[in-house]
């Protein structure tokens, strides 16, 4: 009976001390909550270390949301060694997982210390989490990263295995942050790199070409800086194969140069050895330690470096102490050496406030190696000052009047000298070389000088020497335009000043002029480049408002001509454009501008306003059908053809018109009415002329009230996506589908996809769209495939937008998407067409890789009809084409029937060389799929195989019951 009760009490007890062991571990975490808008998170406070027990670590997990706590064990990926390991916990407070980098640098100058410094190295070992995944190690080489995720409200508990003794520097990064972050860094590491490689280049050549001891002092500095720099940038790791973690003897050594080079600069700046003889025997011993501090580097790297550091600061005390003694004696080495050595000892305050942890921001190591690199330049330019000081360069002592003459040559001014009394005007003989004159072809009288200037500068010029003869004091600064040789008038910027003579009467006007012709071109170029368009020349859309201003404010105030003002909007140009191109599209505005230019008078404007708009300012005629009979004459001579080569491009255009009926209204109105005459015009058809009415504002209610009615569409869901299947032309198998938007309105029927599409891009809600039909296509076709035998070749293609390419959250949302529909990528397809991708070809390649890095498809949609570079196919990463319905529908009428064969058979065969898939788009006979078929196209889609559907029919049609 005794044994059972002693050992029960025995369990009890070992119970009672497990549990309270237990419990001492986890109250010793203190879980970080991760926050979802943070970019960065210094963890490192809520980090244990925990000594390791030969090879492996028991602890207690911290509480999960279900409070309950967790034992688990970790056991080092090496079984023979026995490392520490650092114990934290992590929770994920939000809805939705989070994906974040655990960062724990190399290196870190901030707190690194001063005597014993932590010379960084490897960190963490392997990182394991009390549940999930193992997170993955990301290659950086710059510190031990792993990417970890934390699902919705959980609780992970994460033991790393350290490869030291502690754990000083842990951050918790969003990725794009982190790769953001690194990157910002990488312009400012080359421009110093640049610039110390630089200085050391040039500080050797000095020493080559010059001889002096000081140069190979500056340049050994110079050389020192830059092989610490090499090392605090992570450049010489990786140069050297060794990585970033184990370079810490040659850091240790880099430090221990930068005391060596420091000290050998200014014993050989300073002369010290002409001093006394004592000082030239302690530099010998000093170099001695120096060059041992510099071996010992290799062999115990942390107290080198300690002494290494401390070894700088005592050399900026001794150096202060030298230079402030010899200063005062007058030694002008020393006295050229102070600002830059109170720079230095500045720099000593912030590294020592940096390596000691006061100063610790994302900057301060930074700005230790930039200041470095300018201690070095400031010390070689006062080297080469004091060298070309020392009698290397001198031109002697100067006059005052040479002085002024030295300055005015090197200034490239002009002199100017009017002898009132003799009327004799001297200017310099390089005056009449820029004039294209002889020498001496400008001196002589005064009038002479007159006749060459510019007629409406006469007055003002003899003004202002009157002027000045007159007052007997003041000075003239103005610009004047002189004619050449060739009759061009040069401008010159004029200052001159009248002489006194001996009985206060003006002798002489002397001065300057100064060629500013090209300043002044310049300056005129940027103010007409504001108010005009580049590409016509014609006057842009704050010009064209300003002189509607002019017109109407003459009209109400003066009952002068009444303007009338037309806007010409080019039907369909956008079509033209993604057809023929940018380069032909330009090409044809310009050539619409020359037209109805040609048709205007003097009096009238016509103005840009838009890439395909014109404005009109009509002041030339008066009457209502004289104003007609010219919008007509416009309408019709943009109907004329252009020709292109071999082929002409017809155009039409819509043309709204408004007269101003001296109402207090601003120019602003009177445009936006002949805006809304326009947009009737194009209402009905377009290729006509609308004049402005009080109805016509019923066009901006009716899209006003679309653009309320697509917001609301979107916000209830009423927007649904059908589905065109996409055939094998040879087994007529369904290998996929394109989803299309349809909009079914409850009061205007179903709304094109032509019309909702533009509305969602100009109000700024085709990022929600474009979301909304990834979404909805990414959830069908998860159900698809999940519930279906579809294979693995099944795809779904979505269409993208201008609008989408060029926003900057697409990527972020379908990112977000596939996170939520795992494993419907490779069933996925993004169409873009060619015009899309030539609006910003560099942003594109980016986004398309990005997308394809997903395990996203790529299709490039209406191939042949823009730009037709099959530099794309190389370039851009696409898996499909798609060919447009111009090229598949064959009919004799369209005058290309002959063409359209060899086209399609070329296109083939170029798919089929470079391994993409090429779907034949529009097919609507079975005519035109027995060509297809015949010229070896494998895939097509077309009312021939089923218009766009419901999800349901297709599934159906997909199941073999349809």
């Known amino acids: ?12 007890a070992v119970m009672v001390v497990t549990l309270a062991g237990w419990a001492g571990q986890a109250a010793a975490f203190e879980v970080i909550s991760v926050p979802e808008g943070i970019n960065a998170l210094n963890v490192a406070a809520g980090v244990d270390i925990l000594d390791g027990d030969d090879g492996h670590v028991q602890l207690s997990t911290a509480p999960g949301a279900d409070g309950i706590i967790r034992r688990i064990e970790v056991v080092a990926v090496d079984s023979e060694g026995d490392p520490n390991f650092a114990a934290f916990a992590l929770r994920n407070e939000g809805d939705a997982q989070i994906e974040r980098l655990l960062v724990a640098p190399f290196f870190r100058l901030p707190g690194s210390g001063v005597f014993l410094p932590d010379l960084g190295g490897a960190r963490i070992t392997a990182l394991t989490p009390s549940q999930g995944l193992r997170p993955k190690r990301v290659p950086d080489r710059e510190a031990d990263v792993y990417e970890i995720v934390l699902d919705p409200g959980a609780t992970v508990t994460l033991v790393a295995e350290l490869a030291g003794e502690d754990l000083p520097e842990l951050y918790l990064w969003e990725p794009d942050a982190y790769r953001t972050y690194i990157n910002s860094f990488t312009l400012f590491r080359g421009t110093v790199l640049g610039i110390s490689s630089l200085a050391a280049v040039f500080l050797t050549i000095m020493f080559v070409v010059k001889g002096r001891g000081v140069f190979p002092a500056t340049a050994a500095l110079a050389w020192a800086v830059l092989a610490y720099l090499l090392v605090d940038f992570g450049i010489l790791g990786q140069l050297l194969g060794t990585g970033n973690q184990a370079i810490q003897t040659w850091r240790a050594a880099a430090e221990a140069g930068l005391a060596i080079t420091l000290f050998a600069f200014l014993f050989i700046y300073l002369n010290l050895h002409r001093w006394h003889i004592r000082f030239t025997h302690l530099a010998l011993g000093l170099s001695a330690i120096f060059l041992a501090l510099l071996g010992y580097s290799f062999i115990d790297p942390v107290i080198a470096a300690g002494i290494a550091r401390t070894s700088l600061a ?12 010899l200063s005062i004696r007058g030694y002008d080495r020393a006295i050229l050496l102070v600002p830059t050595w109170v720079i230095y000892l500045a720099w000593l305050a912030y590294a020592w406030m940096v390596v000691t942890g006061q100063v610790s921001n994302d900057i301060a190591q930074s700005a230790v190696s930039g200041g470095l690199v300018l201690i070095v330049m400031l010390l070689g330019f006062t080297a080469i ?20 003459a030295l300055a005015l040559t090197g200034s490239g001014d002009f002199v100017f000298d009017w002898n009132i009394d003799r009327d004799r005007v001297n200017v310099s003989d390089e005056l009449a070389t820029r004039l294209g004159e002889r020498k001496g072809a400008l001196r002589g009288a005064i009038k002479r000088w007159l006749d060459r200037i510019h007629p409406d500068d006469r007055d003002r010029f003899r003004t202002a020497l009157d002027t000045l003869v007159e007052l007997k004091r003041g000075k003239v600064n103005s610009d004047i335009r002189v004619a050449g040789f060739d009759g061009n008038y040069r401008t010159f910027k004029m200052r001159v000043k009248p002489v006194l003579g001996s009985d206060s009467q003006v002798i002489r006007i002397v001065g300057t002029l100064q060629d500013v ?16 368009d580049s590409l016509t020349g014609l006057p842009n859309r704050q010009l064209f408002l300003d002189r509607l201003e002019r017109a109407l404010m003459r009209s109400r105030e003066f009952d002068e001509v009444k303007p009338a003002v037309f806007l010409i909007d080019i039907d369909k140009f956008t079509d033209i454009d993604e057809r023929i191109g940018h380069m032909a599209a330009d ?3 310009l050539g619409v501008s020359r037209r109805l230019s040609r048709l205007l008078r003097p009096l009238d404007t016509l103005a840009r306003i838009g890439g395909d708009q014109f404005a009109v300012i009509l002041l030339s005629e008066q009457s209502a059908s004289q104003i007609a009979d010219v919008a007509e004459q416009l309408r019709k001579a943009l109907r004329t053809p252009f020709n292109f080569g071999d082929r002409n491009l017809s155009l039409t255009a819509s043309i709204g018109i408004t007269i101003y009926d001296n109402r207090p209204v601003s120019a602003e109105d009177v445009l936006r009415d002949a805006e809304l005459a326009m947009h009737y015009a194009k209402r009905h058809g377009g290729d006509r002329i609308e004049a402005f009415r009080a109805a016509t504002r019923s066009i901006a209610i009716y899209a006003q009230a679309m653009e309320d009615d697509l917001e609301q569409a979107l916000d209830n869901g009423d927007l649904q996506l059908l589905y065109q299947p996409i055939v094998d032309i040879h087994t007529e198998a369904v290998v996929g589908a394109e989803a299309l938007m349809r909009w079914n309105h409850p009061e205007r029927g179903a709304v094109s996809p032509n019309a909702f599409i533009p509305l969602a891009e100009r109000t700024g809600q085709i990022e929600k769209l474009g979301r909304l039909a990834f979404e909805q296509a990414a959830a069908q076709t998860q159900t698809w495939v999940n519930e279906l035998d579809l294979g693995e070749r099944f795809f779904v293609s979505v269409n993208l937008s201008a609008g989408q390419m060029t926003s900057e959250s697409l990527l972020g949302d379908i990112r977000a998407l596939m996170r939520e529909y795992r494993g419907v990528a490779n069933h996925m397809k993004l169409e873009v067409t060619e015009s899309q991708l030539m609006s910003n070809p560099e942003h594109a390649v980016y986004m398309l890789k990005a997308f394809k890095d997903l395990g996203l498809g790529l299709a490039l949609d209406d191939f042949g009809t823009g730009y037709s570079s099959l530099a794309y196919l190389h370039r851009f990463p696409f898996d499909t084409l798609k060919l447009p319905a111009t090229f598949v529908q064959i009919h004799d009428d369209a005058g290309m029937s002959h063409t359209q064969v060899p086209i399609i058979s070329s296109v083939v065969a170029l798919a089929r060389d470079l391994d993409i898939a090429l779907i034949a788009e529009g097919v609507e006979s079975m005519e035109e799929a027995e060509r297809l078929k015949s010229l070896n196209c494998r895939y097509a889609q077309g ?12 599934r159906r049609k997909l199941n073999g019951k349809g």
């Open 587 to 589: 090409s044809v505005v």
């Open 517 to 532: 012709t090209d300043e002044r071109a310049a300056c005129e170029r940027l103010l007409h480049d504001a108010v005009h």
């Open 314 to 325: 005592l050399i900026g005390l001794l150096g202060l102490f030298l230079i402030a003694l």
């Open 385 to 404: 000052q004091h060298a070309f000081s020392d009698g290397q360069v001198s031109i002697g002592a100067l006059s005052e009047v040479e002085r002024r």
């Open 1 to 12: 009976m005794r044994q059972p009760f002693s050992r029960l009490l025995i369990a009890i």
């Open 943 to 954: 009312y021939v195989y089923g218009a766009a559907m419901p999800a349901e029919e297709l």
